[in-house]
């Protein structure tokens, strides 16, 4: 296929012509046009223009794929390459860079095509071709474009900076956890560390006729009265934070009571509704000039604990420890103060104490 080529630019080097005019022969002795050409080798249409027209030097991955390409004496083709591309390492790293800029456009049209084919067969130069996908061979021509391009520059220093930082966050992360480590194990506070007091939710004339378990206040409950009345045994229970008291009925049955009663006439009662036990409401019990009672009531009979005043005073003048204790059957009001505890067993929080009937 014979091809009419424009004339080489008279700026152009004596090796770099030599180079140009053995590319065209090249091309017209295996008969391609640019399109074939560009196929073949993967390399646009618009880059083979310029380099055939000797507007640049052909880069070298394109040199090889063309010798890939076609049938050519491949080592005269290199020399001349080399001897166009050593006239000063600026000029050729100038022509490798601008040639990777002009494989991504397309010639414009104020450009004269650099072929004009002859025969009925022909095609003319401005043949449309697609920019075909660069293979392997031009990854380094591209990486050399990317260092050059100051967008991309920019780009990749934003990107290795954001990458710094998540590491230096992580570097932190995992020093401080180290330090956590290896801090010394007195500074942690105990597992079995109890926490600070906090004040009761209710006190006083606030408790009264409300449960002492629900409000906390059975914690610091103490037994200051029991008596026994045949196998059930009741008891004045009273707490110091609360300061209130109230009764409370073990070893029964249901529809047995006790109730406790104070010099002022108030009372609550604890009345069996099912199981053995339960306990009443409270009452204020923070005036210490106020008496207080409890009297209990089953099948075997009616009987009353002694009246005792300023249950704070009793509490602190015999400390009674805390304890799992109710007196034996058979122990009457004169026996022994029975060792402290937590409020008896209830029934189902659903069972209210029942309206208390009338003291003996």
């Not at 030599?18 to 050409?37: N, P, Q, V, Y």
């Not at 010639?107 to 449309?128: F, I, K, L, W, Y």
């Not at 100051?150 to 020093?175: E, F, I, K, M, T």
């Not at 409401?281 to 009531?297: E, H, K, R, T």
């Amino acid at each position: 296929m014979a091809s009419a080529w424009k004339d080489l630019p008279e700026e152009l080097s004596e090796p770099a012509r030599l180079l140009a005019e053995e590319l065209r022969t090249i091309k017209d002795t295996a008969g391609l046009s640019l399109s074939e050409l560009a196929g073949r080798t993967h390399y646009s249409r618009a880059s083979w223009e310029r380099w055939l027209n000797g507007k640049r030097v052909v880069t070298e991955q394109a040199l090889e794929a063309l010798i890939r390409a076609v049938d050519c004496d491949a080592a005269a083709l290199r020399r001349l390459w080399r001897r166009a591309t050593e006239r000063t390492p600026e000029v050729a790293g100038a022509e490798v860079a601008d040639a990777e800029v002009a494989d991504a456009e397309e010639p414009t049209t104020d450009e004269p095509t650099a072929e004009t084919v002859e025969g009925p067969s022909a095609r003319t130069a401005a043949e449309p071709a697609g920019e075909p996908v660069p293979t392997a061979e031009e990854a380094p021509e591209a990486a050399v474009a990317w260092w050059r391009r100051p967008a991309a520059l920019v780009s990749g220093a934003v990107l290795l900076g954001l990458l710094l930082v998540l590491v230096g966050l992580r570097v932190s992360r995992h020093d401080d956890q180290a330090s956590a480590a290896d801090a010394p194990a007195a500074t942690a506070t105990p597992a079995t560390a109890k926490p600070a007091p906090s004040d009761p939710p209710c006190r006083a004339v606030g408790c009264a006729h409300k449960d002492p378990k629900t409000t906390g206040c059975g914690k610091d409950a103490r037994t200051l009265q029991t008596q026994v009345i045949g196998k059930v045994v009741v008891y004045l229970r009273y707490s110091r934070t609360c300061q209130a008291a109230w009764a409370a009925i073990t070893e029964g049955e249901p529809k047995d009571y006790a109730v406790i009663t104070d010099s002022t006439g108030d009372s609550e009662t604890a009345m069996i509704h099912w199981g053995y036990d339960n306990y009443s409401a409270m009452l204020n019990a923070a005036d210490p000039s106020v008496g207080f009672q409890v009297c209990g009531s089953q099948p075997a009979g009616h009987d009353c604990t002694s009246t005792v005043t300023d249950l704070a005073s009793v509490v602190a003048s015999t400390p009674i420890p805390i304890g799992p204790a109710s007196p034996p059957p058979g122990a009457g009001a004169g026996a022994a103060t029975p060792s402290d505890s937590a409020p008896p067993s209830q029934a189902p929080p659903t069972d209210q104490p029942s309206p208390s009937p009338s003291a003996p």
